[in-house]
Each structure stands twice: as structure tokens, then as C-alpha cells.
């Protein structure tokens, strides 16, 4: 029997404060380590494309120290804020490096392409992103907002999603393209998708005000009221966008987005906050009721995921709500190295088909 050949995959995802990179041998992890950014070392960079030296040098110099010898084959980036295209592993090229310099939002995300193609070209290989935030497989119907003046369109933790679905799949013993689940990913955001044999049909739109509070954001608030506010002037833009993402949800009621917290503090005698954290519960379980008459309740899974997902007190809540739906799967935390890794594996080894970034990209209205 043939042995089969080992493929050594740099994974780099980066954080608004760290950078989390990963050696992979083939799918399997050998070292993963969150690389801390100080402040102070930050705050001399004007903009957060101008860190890509600073942070490429980090990683050379951990596998300098740490592994002089690895060759990779190939490298898998986390995928930044591009053009919305579909789920699936694309090559890192002109095209995509020239959208992320000129992405109209400022994130980290942006860096791991620019960095992963840089280190890709001194090892001699290619560089990949997979599943970026910004797929979009929505139906037209689940594009409709109420207005034809607004589209919906997703933004959403595809990477994640995507992982746990086909994690599920395989241990159903059946493939990602025949099944449909509903996949709740809870963190920071939170997004619930609609996964139709494959495809993310629909999702609700993890930034902009959509779907349950979260952590740190408001989910879909009365749109009336916020105009009241607004108009009378109780709040301006900034306070408002700040409702909407970073001072809204779980801080905005408790103080703290830190759940762990929050549940520690119930624990402790504030009594008041167990119904704000049972209205968190009842938002993500109404979303994914929401999210079952899309799939008109032909549910293979309910798949739980993302950080909360360790909250055990959370996730029995959840399923209390959702297990008539179907059956209920979690997996906690975030799965978006391995993601990656497997992703770029799969092209290495002819297992997928890697896709060209300007041919995918999804044109909207």
C-alpha cells in the first residue's frame, strides 16, 4: 500500500490584538499558537493594513525559533471583508489582495491573505482563504427586507458554520451536500444559518442588526424607535451605531459581555439577571424556529457551536426550546484553523476544486 504523503499547511488567522497561527501536517494539528500584540505595539500603526510586516515577522520568527527546518506546501488564510462570493476555497490573488488593501471596513481578517500570500511566496507555493464572512448562497426570497430600497445581504461566522456542518455530516455518514441543518453559532455576534443541502440559503446578517442580542450587539431593534431617539435628539449616529454593535446586548443590560461572568454574578444573588440571560436564550431559540420554517421542517441537526457553547446551563436551555425541531448537536468553541487547514488539505490532495475569486464574485443589486 501506497504511503500517502505528508502535506505541511501554515494556517494564519488574525485578531484584533493577537495573531492565532497553526502547522498542520496534512489535517492534523502538530503546533497552534496565539501570538499577543501589546497595545503599545499597536498603537504606533495608523491603520491595521500597515501591521502586515510587523505580524509576518512574528510568525517567521516563532517557526525560525521553533521549526527551522518545515517546508510548507501550501498556506490557508483566514478570509477578510472582499467581494461577496460563495462558500468554498479560493486562491489568493491580485484581484483579492487589491480588495482587501481597500476594504471599506477595518478589520484584522483583512491582514491574513496580504501576510499568507507574502510567507507563500517565499516557501515557493500558493496561498488560500476558505469560507470568508462574507459568503453568500442566500435564495431570493431571503433577500427581501420589506423595502426595495434595502437588501438583505449575510455576514456571518461562515468558516465556523460550515466546519461543524461538515463535522456532523460525516459522522451521520452522509455527505454536507445532502443534508439540512440549522447551525447557531454563539460568541461575540451571533449568527443562526439555514444550511440547504450545502448551501447557506439564509442567515440573519451578524453585523448590522439582525437576529438575536448577543453578547455585545442588540440584534434587530424596533427600527420606529431608534428613529424617535434619533429625531429627538435623546442620541446621535455614533451612540446609535454603538447600540447596534459593541455597547449593545448582554453589556448593555448587565455591564459585562463576559458570560461567564454574568452567570457567576447569578450564582452570587443577582437573581435579576437570570431573566435577562433567559431572554438571550429565548432570542437564539426563536431564530432557530425562524430558521426550521425555511427548511419548512425537514431538519437533519440543530448544531450549536462558537464560544457560549461551553456554557453547558445555556446550551441544556437552548435544546429545551429547539429539540422537537430535530436532533441537537453542539460543538463549542471555534473551529477555524482546523477549517482552514482541512480546506487547503482537500486542494492539495485533489479531494476539492479550488475556486478563482473575480470569476465567484457575486454581483447584487
Known amino acids: 500500500m501506497k504511503k500517502q504523503e505528508k502535506y505541511n499547511i501554515l494556517v494564519i488567522n488574525p485578531g484584533s490584538t493577537s495573531t492565532k497561527i497553526?502547522?498542520?501536517?496534512?489535517?492534523?494539528?502538530?503546533?497552534?499558537?496565539?501570538?499577543?500584540?501589546?497595545?503599545?505595539?499597536?498603537?504606533?500603526?495608523?491603520?491595521?493594513?500597515?501591521?502586515?510586516?510587523?505580524?509576518?515577522?512574528a510568525i517567521f520568527d516563532h517557526f525560525h525559533k521553533n521549526y527551522p527546518d518545515v517546508r510548507f506546501h501550501g498556506v490557508a488564510a483566514r478570509g477578510g471583508l472582499i467581494r461577496p462570493v460563495p462558500g468554498g476555497v479560493y486562491l489568493v490573488d491580485k484581484e483579492m489582495l487589491e480588495d482587501l488593501r481597500n476594504a471599506t471596513i477595518q478589520h484584522a481578517s483583512n491582514l491574513a491573505a496580504v501576510i499568507g500570500q507574502e510567507i507563500a511566496k517565499e516557501f515557493g507555493v500558493k496561498a488560500y482563504i476558505m469560507d470568508p464572512v462574507?459568503?453568500?448562497?442566500?435564495?431570493?426570497?431571503?433577500?427581501?427586507?420589506?423595502?426595495?430600497?434595502?437588501?438583505?445581504?449575510?455576514?456571518?461566522?461562515?468558516l465556523n458554520q460550515k466546519e461543524v456542518a461538515r463535522r456532523f455530516s460525516l459522522v451521520q455518514g452522509k455527505k454536507y451536500s445532502t443534508v439540512n441543518l440549522i447551525?447557531?453559532?454563539?460568541?461575540?455576534?451571533?449568527?443562526?444559518?439555514?444550511?440547504?443541502?450545502?448551501?447557506?440559503?439564509?442567515v440573519n446578517n451578524?453585523?448590522?442588526?439582525?437576529?438575536?442580542?448577543?453578547?455585545?450587539?442588540?440584534?434587530?431593534?424596533?427600527?420606529?424607535?431608534?428613529?424617535?431617539?434619533?429625531?429627538?435628539?435623546?442620541?446621535?449616529?455614533?451612540?446609535?451605531?454603538?447600540?447596534?454593535?459593541?455597547?449593545?446586548?448582554?453589556?448593555?443590560?448587565?455591564?459585562?459581555?463576559?458570560?461567564?461572568?454574568?452567570?457567576?454574578?447569578?450564582?452570587?444573588?443577582?437573581?435579576?439577571?437570570?431573566?435577562?440571560?433567559?431572554a438571550f436564550v429565548y432570542q437564539i431559540a426563536r431564530e432557530i424556529g425562524a430558521a426550521?420554517?425555511?427548511?419548512?421542517?425537514?431538519?437533519?441537526?440543530?448544531?450549536?457551536?462558537?464560544?457560549?457553547?461551553?456554557?453547558?446551563?445555556?446550551?441544556?436551555?437552548?435544546?429545551?426550546?429547539?429539540?422537537?425541531?430535530?436532533?441537537?448537536?453542539?460543538?463549542?468553541?471555534?473551529?477555524?484553523?482546523?477549517?482552514?487547514?482541512?480546506?487547503?488539505?482537500?486542494?492539495?490532495?485533489?479531494k476539492e476544486k479550488v475556486r478563482n475569486y473575480a470569476a465567484s464574485v457575486i454581483k447584487r443589486p
Not at 22 to 45: K, Q, R, T
Not at 141 to 156: E, M, N
Request: aromatic fraction near 6%; charged fraction near 25%.
Open 183 to 202: 447551525v447557531c453559532h454563539i460568541g461575540g455576534g451571533i449568527s443562526v444559518g439555514v444550511h440547504r443541502r450545502g448551501k447557506v440559503v439564509d
Open 134 to 158: 462574507v459568503v453568500d448562497e442566500m435564495d431570493a426570497l431571503g433577500r427581501y427586507s420589506g423595502h426595495p430600497d434595502i437588501r438583505r445581504y449575510p455576514i456571518f461566522h461562515a
Open 292 to 350: 426550521s420554517a425555511v427548511l419548512k421542517g425537514k431538519v437533519d441537526g440543530i448544531l450549536i457551536t462558537g464560544g457560549v457553547a461551553h456554557d453547558a446551563k445555556i446550551v441544556r436551555k437552548i435544546k429545551s426550546y429547539v429539540s422537537y425541531i430535530g436532533q441537537v448537536a453542539v460543538y463549542p468553541g471555534e473551529h477555524e484553523l482546523s477549517a482552514l487547514a482541512s480546506g487547503v488539505y482537500r486542494v492539495l490532495t485533489g
Open 206 to 278: 451578524a453585523i448590522t442588526g439582525e437576529g438575536p442580542f448577543t453578547p455585545e450587539r442588540s440584534g434587530a431593534l424596533p427600527a420606529m424607535e431608534i428613529i424617535k431617539m434619533i429625531q429627538s435628539g435623546a442620541i446621535d449616529f455614533s451612540i446609535a451605531l454603538g447600540m447596534l454593535q459593541g455597547k449593545g446586548g448582554l453589556v448593555a443590560y448587565t455591564g459585562t459581555s463576559d458570560v461567564e461572568e454574568i452567570q457567576s454574578r447569578i450564582r452570587s444573588g443577582e437573581k435579576n439577571l437570570e431573566e435577562v440571560m433567559d
Open 22 to 57: 497553526g502547522y498542520f501536517v496534512n489535517e492534523h494539528p502538530e503546533d497552534v499558537v496565539n501570538i499577543h500584540h501589546g497595545a503599545s505595539e499597536l498603537s504606533g500603526f495608523r491603520s491595521v493594513m500597515d501591521q502586515s510586516d510587523f505580524r509576518k515577522k
